[in-house]
């Protein structure tokens, strides 16, 4: 399957390979949207070295396929919650439950995007 980003620089712009398989572009797209769906129960956290060895440590590695070279997006689960690591960058989060996203912020501390307290 090929993807093309909406840049800025419209002349950038290229069909790029993304995932072997339309089914897994899908899977992609629901689990995305749904770390942004609902602001009480997504958050996002601008991680350091140790954020990245606590979301390994505390969660599941889902056996998400390989993304394209250079883009190493992978897919966690912990305790009633999806996460999803964006090669370093970037942890998103969405809790089944406010606590159970709560939990993940006691678990990988950080300033956290939504987090109010």
Known sequence: MLVRLDLADKSAERWEDWL???????VEIILSESLQADEDLCDFL???????????????????PAYPAGEE???FLGQDVLLRDDDGAAILARGRTAEDLERVRELIPGEWLNDCR
């Open 20 to 26: 072997e398989r339309l089914s897994l572009c899908f």
């Open 46 to 64: 601008d991680p350091d070295d140790d954020s990245i060895e606590l979301l390994e440590a505390s969660s599941v590695r889902l056996p998400f």
């Open 73 to 75: 997006t992978r897919w």
